[in-house]
């Protein structure tokens, strides 16, 4: 149960004076529902109101604060005229401009003759410098009483920062006295606040640089927030560990028989993964591993060997895979060693329907399928294993943490091995992974070559596809990959679909379209027709993003990829070059570009590390842009800033597992205080793994 001292953070929005249910929907929108979550939307700029320019030197356009006298009110004389009041310094004039106003208010806050402090946006209209609706109008004995400096909030469209303002003052208000959870010798040494002063100081900005994520404050917040995340993972890690699993260790028979049957041999990486997978197999604890391979690394296999490890000892494995497309090709790469090592596979996905997928359930059960590949629908309840022993789960980034914990029910506690083709960079790793153990694979096979990239005006279009038609017409095959559109399925539809219209003229029947509002059936008839060469171009939504493997193709061009992610970028060059020709990626970009843009497409010519383009994918864009937030299974902090506070991740990492290690329940005064941190960030899931103190 969440500590009573939290309620007021998880009341509604509506719980907070002067937010009715007009504004509670937009601050739910800007913020979220919640206290908390107005609590953590911290200014994304300021305002600072220090200088007073004279209006001669205040630029239009901007925001300025200027002494001037008041020299004559300018009522209305037609209905629709706004209401207007001249005003002047030595070295001009300036109308301040209201409409549907108060005029008695106006009066008394403008009494002709007097001097005025006024603030607000400086335009230019018909010719007149003008302010409309002043954010300030003060005497100038009380000036005083306007902040100088003032935070920005992110905000949406209704909202004003002045309510949004109001909203976090009152939520201010409402922030209770907290037991400290951090060590008190860590918080003197680093010079951080408490929590609520933190809280207010984040808030009350005194000088520009305030909003810095180095401030003290800022640290102190974002130490909060790393250290719930640290310490949520750590205890679920620690809860696994003593949930005994139980030893898997084949005799090596039907790997052997693999390994002939397989065309190479593995890379070394490749080996160093699979003996760390096949040392945790054979430990009594259960096994959860991540295995971290950039696009082509040759992950599948790894998994491969491991499942025929657990069929060796008499068990069952099962694949798990994002798509069906994926799931299907997991079955075809593997289904000819396995034939050869004499194991039995099947698949099941969510088109399998009655009595097939009865039989096909029956067979599973008895344990006669000793490989299952399949998506999401491996995990249905009526599916039951004989005896399940690895579940591998492709592609994780597509999963959180919870469906991790989730799958791992099914079976008597098996052992799992969870692999990304998305290069993370280590600090988000951490976040995500924390409760895992990593095997990476950085080498590629031998033999591969790397993508020639290029980036190309959007204006050079005509260009790009008279190439893919000569190369269509050599007998190449061609993703063409049109713009991901704010997220939305039906606009990235459009695209598509248009960009498959204007090649047809050029391409004729051989241009085919794939998008994620296909069914699965329809799908997976244009893929098949694009891997068996009936098709040469393949234009595509993002759908096409993950994992899927066609050797032939050899060009891959992108369209708005500067709308894309690097690390997604990195995977769609990746299902190019798998044969043996030249491979070529073409970034078409709408410019211009930004300096952050440019860097990034940079990167991408520059380098076919994975790694390193998630690294710097993340220095220049921070944790929140870099895989895209829908299909993130990554936690979104409100106020941690992985880009600049990775050395702090480090710190909460290690803090929380000493804390694990000395206070596995959490019984200790400090222990008691990090249980009400993981309740202020939600980590009641971890929690509950905690013995009842
Ligand atoms: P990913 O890591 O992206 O899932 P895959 O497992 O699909 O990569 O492997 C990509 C391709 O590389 C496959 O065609 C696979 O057969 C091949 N491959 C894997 N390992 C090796 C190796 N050691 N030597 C040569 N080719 C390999
Ligand atoms: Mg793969």
């Not at 109308?95 to 009066?107: G, I, S």
């Not at 490749?270 to 696009?295: F, S, T």
């Not at 699965?520 to 009936?534: I, L, P, S």
């Not at 994975?610 to 690294?615: L, V």
């Amino acid at each position: 149960m969440r500590p009573e001292i939290l309620n007021p953070l998880f009341a509604d929005v509506t719980a907070l004076p002067g937010v009715g249910p007009k504004i509670a929907p937009l601050i739910a929108k800007a913020a979220g529902p919640r206290v908390a979550d107005v609590l953590f939307t911290l200014p994304a700029g300021l305002i600072d109101r220090r200088a007073r320019p004279k209006l001669a030197d205040a630029p239009f356009g901007q925001l300025a604060t200027v002494e001037v006298t008041v020299d004559r009110h300018d009522p209305p004389r037609a209905r629709r005229q706004p209401y207007r009041v001249i005003c002047s310094d030595e070295t001009g004039f300036l109308t301040l401009v209201f409409f549907h106003p108060k005029e008695d208010y106006l009066r008394r806050a403008l009494p002709e003759g007097t001097r005025r402090i006024v603030s607000g946006r400086i335009e230019e209209y018909g010719g007149v410098r003008q302010m409309t609706h002043p954010d300030h109008i003060v005497d100038p004995e009380k000036a005083g009483d306007m902040p100088l400096i003032e935070p920005v909030y992110p905000l949406t469209a209704g909202l004003s920062n002045t309510l949004m303002r109001k909203a976090v003052r009152a939520a201010l208000a409402r922030a209770p006295v907290v037991p400290e959870w951090q060590d008190a010798a860590w918080l003197a040494r680093r010079g951080w606040p408490g929590w609520r002063e933190a809280l207010r100081a984040v808030h009350a900005p005194e000088t520009p640089d305030a909003l810095a994520p180095t401030r003290p404050e800022r640290q102190r917040l974002a130490y909060d927030e790393l250290l719930a995340n640290q310490l949520a993972l750590a205890l679920i890690r620690r809860a696994r560990i003593k949930s005994a699993g139980r030893p898997v260790r084949g005799d090596g028979r039907l790997r052997a028989l693999a390994a002939k049957a397989l065309p190479f041999a593995l890379t070394g990486d490749q080996r160093r993964a699979l003996e760390e997978i096949l040392a945790d197999m054979a430990a009594p604890e259960r096994m959860v591993r991540l295995v971290q391979g950039d696009v082509g690394s040759g992950k599948t296999v790894v998994a491969l060997l491991a499942m025929l490890n657990a069929v060796e000892a008499g068990a069952q494995a099962a694949m798990m895979a994002p798509t069906e497309i994926l799931a299907r090709q997991h079955l075809e790469s593997c289904a000819p060693v396995c034939a050869a090592a004499g194991v039995a596979v099947d698949m099941l996905t969510g088109r399998d329907k009655g009595a097939a997928r009865e039989e096909k359930l029956a067979r599973l059960a008895s344990g006669e399928i000793q490989i299952l590949f399949g998506t999401h629908a491996l995990f249905q309840e009526s599916v039951a294993f004989r005896d399940l022993a690895l579940v591998v789960v492709d592609e994780q980034h597509r999963f959180g943490v919870h469906q991790r914990m989730a799958l791992a029910q099914k079976g008597p506690r098996p052992d799992m091995l969870v692999m990304t083709a998305t290069p993370i960079p280590r600090t988000l790793a951490l976040t995500a992974y924390g409760d895992m153990d990593a095997s990476l694979i950085r080498e590629k096979p031998p033999g591969r070559k790397p993508v020639l990239t290029r980036t190309i005006p959007v204006e050079r279009l005509q260009e790009v596809v008279a190439a893919v038609r000569r190369a269509a017409d050599a007998g190449e095959q061609i993703y063409w990959v049109c713009p991901l559109v704010e997220e939305s399925d039906a606009l990235d539809l459009v695209a598509a679909e248009e960009r498959h219209e204007a090649l047809k003229p050029h391409l004729g029947e051989r241009v085919g379209l794939v998008h994620g509002r296909m069914s699965a059936a329809e799908k997976d008839a244009v893929m098949e027709a694009f891997y068996e060469g009936r098709l040469s171009v393949l234009v595509a939504t993002t759908v096409i993003e993950v994992g899927v493997n066609a050797p032939n193709a050899t060009i891959m061009v992108v369209e708005h990829a500067e709308r894309f992610g690097l690390a997604q970028l990195h995977q769609l060059r990746g299902r190019v070059g798998r044969g043996d020709r030249r491979a070529v990626c073409l970034l078409l970009y709408q410019g211009p570009l930004g300096e952050t843009a440019k860097a990034r497409l940079k990167i991408l010519r520059e380098t076919d590390d994975g790694f390193r383009i998630a690294e710097e994918d993340l220095r220049l864009r921070g944790a929140g842009d870099l895989l895209g937030a829908a299909q993130s299974g990554f936690p979104q902090f409100r106020i941690a800033d992985l880009a600049a506070h990775g050395e702090l991740l480090a710190a909460a990492r290690d803090d929380a597992r000493l804390v694990v290690e000395k206070d596995p329940d959490l019984k200790s005064a400090r222990g008691a205080a990090l249980r009400v941190l993981l309740y202020l960030f939600s980590r009641d899931d971890a929690v509950r793994l905690l013995r009842a103190g």
